[in-house]
């Protein structure tokens, strides 16, 4: 188990420019899911996939915001038309569901991205 | 929309105390509960999970419980040490499928 990981922990871009992030869940998990956080608030839940399907997206996710997860493994949150609004921490988490019990959820260390 | 409030926002204890964090849902109907800690500029790490079917998770000094008929949730931590110093988040679901809401944290600090 090598945890979730997120590339990059950081990035610094202009409004207007398209962004793009990764991550890599936990190898045998099968959802997989992308919030975002702003300073001193929590996590907003932003998409889920179980595999391959996109199962369940957020009114926060607007049309500039597209995720793929594309062979049921490592996923890509891209932001097109950045603005300054879209700055936060964005986080990639995984779990494993088997029925109707689920496994917590793991995150990795997040995304910080800045729009100047 | 489910609305998620932690109580208190803040709380600094001396080492060895034990204490409460509190949390409770606009709607309480709960499907799975978890509790986070977030070290600053980190991710989050699990601390515990009650699923649909429970009412209390306990693990080592931590033990959580869930009362579904008024959508609160409490984190007790007993003998508290140094290292629990962080911002402690909890978050549930409503259908199972981890799309969680959460509260906006309590910021615990520990003094030696």
């Known amino acids: 188990d090598t945890g979730v990981s997120q590339n990059p922990r950081h990035k610094i871009t202009k409004r207007g420019q398209n962004v793009t992030f990764r991550c890599d869940p936990i190898s045998e998990h099968n959802r997989l899911y992308w919030y975002r956080q702003t300073l001193g608030q929590g996590p907003e839940f932003l998409t889920y996939f179980q595999n391959e399907a996109q199962l369940e997206k957020s009114r926060l996710l607007s049309d500039r915001f597209s995720a793929e997860r594309p062979k049921g493994s490592f996923s890509t949150l891209e932001i097109q038309r950045t603005e300054q609004g879209d700055s936060a921490m964005y986080l990639c988490?995984?779990?494993?569901?088997?029925?109707?019990?689920?496994?917590?959820?793991?995150f990795g260390n997040g995304t910080r991205l800045t729009v100047t | 929309k489910q609305e998620v409030t932690q109580i208190p926002a803040a709380l600094s204890v001396p080492e060895g105390e034990n204490l409460v964090l509190n949390c409770s849902f606009t709607?309480?109907?709960?499907?799975?509960l978890q509790w986070f800690r977030q070290d600053p500029g980190k991710g989050l790490t699990s601390l515990l999970l009650i699923q649909s079917s429970q009412r209390e998770q306990t693990s080592g000094r931590l033990n959580a419980s869930l009362d579904k008929s008024s959508g609160r949730s409490t984190l007790y931590i007993a003998a508290s040490q140094p290292g629990d110093s962080a911002t402690y988040l909890c978050a549930g679901d409503q259908t199972g499928a981890n799309n969680l809401f959460f509260g906006t944290g309590t910021r615990l600090t520990v003094i030696p």
């Open positions: 988490a995984s779990s494993l569901a088997a029925g109707p019990m689920d496994s917590p959820l793991h």
């Open positions: 709607d309480s109907a709960i499907y799975n």
